[in-house]
């Protein structure tokens, strides 16, 4: 299927083209037929038929009247591409210019141009006004049919170049994931919430479970039933038109706007870093932060604006909108009536800016951003992103799957090869700092190296350090360390060698607390040693060399099949203060076991 908005000035034809395009009413409403006026979205559909075969085209049919240019931009923004309609005995008019500064703020550049009641008056001079009008904003080039619906002239040619536009309109995305901007909510006797829209993206089935996205957050609602065109399917493909039948969603729930989501797959955005585009010339100067509304698929959403730089400024809207990379949006000062800008998305998840001249330096950091997702870019501009957030910013999964295999990362996070080594010499630097200044205490915890190294998350650390053919820092132990330790300071090395006298001869017998101070060894300075392996400790006040639990299972094999800790005590020459955590280490350790007597036996 193909969608197809119509768009020109109030009363110059389309409801008419419509209905004689596919002998359907797009006019829902009594009042709309009594005045001959379209005042809201109307919806037909028509099988073509051309060289490829047949193909299906529905047309959302938009209203001219200035009053209802807001309406006409909810049914625009989902689709692809327009059908201009330009009446012959009128020419262009007014709303024949802001619909096409519309089209052209929309991004839809490729359409037909139709000039209609030919049997009124000659076409030639509403073709070259319209061509001309069109042109000025872009749109140059359109294909350009003459028609009469009241006598049928040109309506096949018509139907021939309806059906070479849709041939080359970019292919849908099926495989993508779903978003469907709704253009409609009703309610349906014994079916509940009805909701109809463009389904720009993806797949919806029957009993799928999808995220309602509206000013008032997002809902998961379960899909009981689809349409397609007015007929039941179990599941419906992009680009269509399609009605879903909601469960889990009251009908005052729903609002034009609202949008239809697969579950986890779009971003939250909040603010976006957006490109503006001119209509017919440069980008307007915006001078005031408010004032302005951003229409986004079917959703019109009052703004703030931020300036960047020449044609870059931050949005923040209203509520949170689903936007991804390179989505087109409008934005239109509803008080004058005017289509001020197109927006293309750079960055739907942009980063604070915080200091003096950041809004500068970023508005460089996206002069050569175009709107079309990069992996590689996106990476290198933000450092490190998990991947998943990349997917559901527009990047394909292939192209960061693919980068995934390039780039360290850790636990779903990539981080770009510049990034990484920035991190790392950052983390020489301060594991170097703080070394020097407390060398009894060597290394950086993980939560402090990262925040040294200026990463998101504790496991990239270690990602980047792996860049190395021989890293310099290692994570040992939960902290970032010199991959060569230098060990403890001399004179603690100094004070562990008395120790090793001391218990040469008797190796169970632990150092008193006031051997230990006369040594200067207190809880730092023995912590220094245990880590290099210099001493072992049973308790923070009970110190033996490394050794002592190995000496100590010779000792024992000597006391038979079982043991008290008395008679250990006694036959390492020790105090109970020393046997008592001895053992415990031993049984932790799985050499030896406690017996149902309350004894200890080797294994």
């Known amino acids: 299927m193909h969608v197809l908005c119509t768009a020109g000035h109030v009363d110059h034809g389309k409801s008419t083209l419509v209905r004689a395009l596919t002998g359907m009413e797009p006019d829902r409403y009594a009042e709309e037929r009594r005045r001959g006026m379209t005042i809201d979205l109307g919806f037909a559909w028509t099988t073509l038929t051309g060289p490829g075969g047949p193909a299906t085209v529905a047309f959302v049919d938009v209203p001219g009247h200035e009053r209802f240019v807001t309406t006409m931009l909810a049914g625009a923004g989902p689709v692809p591409a327009a059908l201009f309609v330009v009446a012959a005995d009128e020419g262009w008019m007014p709303q024949s210019g802001e619909h096409a500064d519309a089209l052209a703020a929309a991004g839809i550049t490729r359409g037909l141009l139709v000039v209609t009641r030919t049997d009124l008056l000659d076409p030639e001079l509403a073709l070259d006004d319209a061509r001309a009008g069109l042109a000025a904003r872009g749109l140059g080039g359109w294909p350009a049919v003459a028609v009469s619906a009241a006598t049928g002239d040109g309506l096949d040619t018509l139907r021939a170049a309806l059906v070479e536009l849709v041939a080359a309109l970019p292919p849908a995305a099926p495989d993508g994931a779903a978003r469907l901007w709704v253009d409609r909510a009703f309610t349906v006797r014994g079916s509940g919430t009805v909701v109809t829209g463009t389904l720009g993206s993806g797949t919806v089935r029957t009993g799928d479970e999808l995220e309602l996205d509206g000013a008032d957050g997002r809902h998961v609602v379960t899909v009981r039933a689809v349409q397609e065109l007015g007929a039941p399917v179990d599941a419906a493909g992009a680009v269509a038109r399609v009605a879903l039948n909601l469960r889990g969603v009251p009908r005052d729930r729903v609002r034009r706007g609202d949008v239809l989501l697969a579950r986890g797959a779009w971003p939250v955005t909040t603010e976006a870093d957006v490109r503006l585009h001119g209509v017919g010339g440069p980008p307007p100067e915006l001078t005031s932060p408010t004032g302005l509304t951003l229409h986004a698929g079917s959703a019109a959403v009052p703004v703030r604006v931020r300036p960047l730089g020449d044609d870059v400024v931050r949005i923040r809207p209203e509520h949170p909108l689903p936007l991804r990379i390179g989505d087109r949006a409008v934005l239109r000062d509803p008080g004058a009536h005017r289509i001020v800008a197109g927006v293309t998305v750079l960055d739907p998840a942009p980063p604070p800016l915080r200091r003096r001249g950041a809004a500068r330096r970023r508005a460089g950091e996206l002069a050569a951003a175009t709107g079309v997702p990069d992996a590689a870019a996106e990476l290198a501009r933000r450092g490190a992103v998990p991947a998943a957030d990349l997917v559901r910013w527009g990047v394909p999964g292939d192209a960061v799957a693919a980068l995934g295999t390039r780039v360290p990362g850790a636990a779903g996070w990539l981080l770009d090869p510049a990034a990484a080594d920035a991190a790392v ?96 060894l207190g809880q730092r300075e023995l912590a220094a040693l245990e880590r290099a392996g210099e001493l072992l400790r049973l308790t923070p006040d009970v110190v033996l060399l490394p050794d002592a639990p190995e000496r100590a299972l010779e000792v024992l094999r000597g006391l038979g099949e079982e043991f008290t800790a008395s008679t250990a005590r006694q036959a390492l020459g020790t105090s109970r203060r020393v046997v008592v955590p001895l053992l415990e280490l031993l049984g932790r350790t799985g050499r030896t076991v406690r017996t149902p007597s309350g004894g200890h036996r080797l294994r």
């Open 425 to 520: 010499t950052a983390l020489e630097r301060a594991v170097a700092a703080h070394d020097a200044s407390d060398p009894l205490d060597p290394g950086l915890p993980l939560a402090a190296a990262r925040r040294e190294a200026g990463l998101p998350d504790a496991g990239l650390v270690e990602a980047a350090l792996a860049r190395a053919a021989e890293p310099r820092l290692v994570v040992r132990d939960g902290r970032v360390r010199p991959a060569a330790d230098a060990g403890p300071p001399e004179h603690v090395l100094a004070a562990a060698a008395a120790l090793r006298a001391d218990l040469a001869a008797r190796p169970f017998t632990a150092p008193e607390a006031d051997r230990l101070a006369g040594l200067g």
